[in-house]
């Protein structure tokens, strides 16, 4: 179960990745468009899937620059010599906080994609996406 989440958020990840690029610059990441995976979409989810990425990856984009903020932060601490650890602990868990939020947003935007597919349409863009996957593992995931 946990492997599922994981790869569907993986998913809507690389779905708000690529809404925001353009095409040519795609392969960057190894996600393909939606478009690229469901062969009959109409102009209007075509355009509803869009709009929905772009938000979301406005959102996630917020939200990771957030994150690296409070990751430089540890990193200042970390180097320290002593006890940090009253210091440590807040950034810790504001940090935690932040992934989680970002997890959230990514499963969101995959229930708000699958509202606009149909049934078959969802089948085809699951197995696509695993295909796809097969071919371009990611990094520490094969």
């Known amino acids: 179960m946990k ?8 998913l809507a990840f690389g779905l708000s990745l690529s809404a925001q690029k353009p095409k040519e610059l795609r392969g960057e990441h190894k996600r393909p468009d939606i478009t690229q995976l469901v062969s009959n979409l109409t102009n209007t989810q075509k355009s509803k899937l869009e709009t929905l990425t772009k938000e979301s990856r406005q959102r996630v984009d917020k939200l990771r620059a957030q994150q690296k903020a409070v990751r430089d932060s540890i990193a200042l601490y970390m180097e320290r010599e002593g006890d940090q650890s009253k210091y440590l602990y807040p950034l810790f868990d504001r940090e935690a906080r932040l992934q ?13 994609i699958d509202a606009v597919l149909t049934p078959d349409q969802r089948a085809e863009f699951q197995k696509a996406s695993k295909e796809h996957r097969k071919k371009h593992p990611r990094k520490g995931n094969k």
Not at 103 to 110: I, L, N
């Open 3 to 10: 492997k599922i989440l994981i790869l569907t958020l993986t």
């Open 100 to 112: 989680a939020e970002i997890s959230r947003e990514m499963y969101s935007t995959k229930v708000r």
